[in-house]
């Protein structure tokens, strides 16, 4: 069974960098897909992020592209994320998932991220 | 403001339907037949409930079910039970080099 891991620091202080790595389990990425980050605030929606291809083509949200980076590292079977400058608006829950052609169907368990000094 | 609007809540009685809309554009929701559904309990993760508008993943109830006119997608929950109860959230497809757009949630009690 597909399984997705999130890790990285649950406190980041305001105007750093925020990373995240997710882990795939039992699926080896070069096989194919594009994987993604969703995050959510407390109390709010979701808010899709990045995706990447195994290839590292990337998609960013235009919203936060300035400030996003997506990469995969196929031979550790995982996916990053960093995100320069955060504000405590960038406090959230931050998801990774696999993204089919047609929806992201499986998520990683999410991982809490506060931004605060 | 989120890029899809949905009711911020709805309600039904037991063993009611209810039905929760999700609008978009004529770039996203009415481009695509991407359309997914999220069914969100309190402290969860996102589970998948319909996918490519009106397609269930095995395993998900019956009592759920999708559609999709113009710019529009809908969730339609028949037999409310209990355990239904939680966030939903719809998503679409949006091209370009824009992947998802996600509507805002809706809140559904179960009275």
């Known amino acids: 069974q597909v399984q997705l891991q999130e890790s990285g620091p649950g406190l980041v202080e305001p105007s750093e960098t925020l990373s995240l790595t997710c882990v795939v389990s039992?699926?080896?990425?070069?096989?194919?897909?594009?994987w993604g980050w969703i995050r959510q605030p407390p109390g709010k929606g979701l808010e899709w992020i990045a995706s990447v291809y195994h290839s590292g083509n990337t998609f960013y949200n235009p919203s936060l592209k300035s400030r996003v980076t997506m990469s995969v590292d196929t031979s550790k079977n995982q996916f990053s994320l960093k995100l320069t400058s955060v504000t405590a608006a960038d406090t959230a829950i931050y998801y990774c998932?696999?993204?089919?052609?047609?929806?992201?169907?499986?998520w990683g368990q999410g991982t809490m991220v506060t931004v605060s000094s | 403001q989120s890029a899809l609007t949905q009711p911020a809540s709805v309600s039904g009685s037991p063993g009611q339907s209810i039905t929760i809309s999700c609008t978009g554009t004529s770039s996203d929701i009415g481009s695509y037949n991407l359309v997914s559904w999220f069914q969100q309990h309190p402290g969860k993760v996102p589970k998948l409930i319909i996918y490519?508008?009106?397609k269930r993943p095995s395993g998900v109830s019956d009592r759920f079910s999708g559609s999709k006119s113009g710019n529009t997608a809908s969730l339609t929950i028949s037999g409310l039970q209990a355990e239904d109860e939680g966030d939903y959230y719809c998503?679409?497809?949006?091209?370009?080099?824009?992947?998802?757009?996600f509507g805002g949630g809706t809140k559904l009690t179960v009275l």
């Open positions: 998503c679409s497809y949006a091209g370009g080099s824009t992947f998802w757009v």
């Open positions: 490519e508008a009106g």
């Open positions: 039992d699926f080896a990425i070069s096989n194919g897909f594009y």
């Open positions: 998932a696999r993204q089919r052609p047609d929806t992201l169907d499986i």
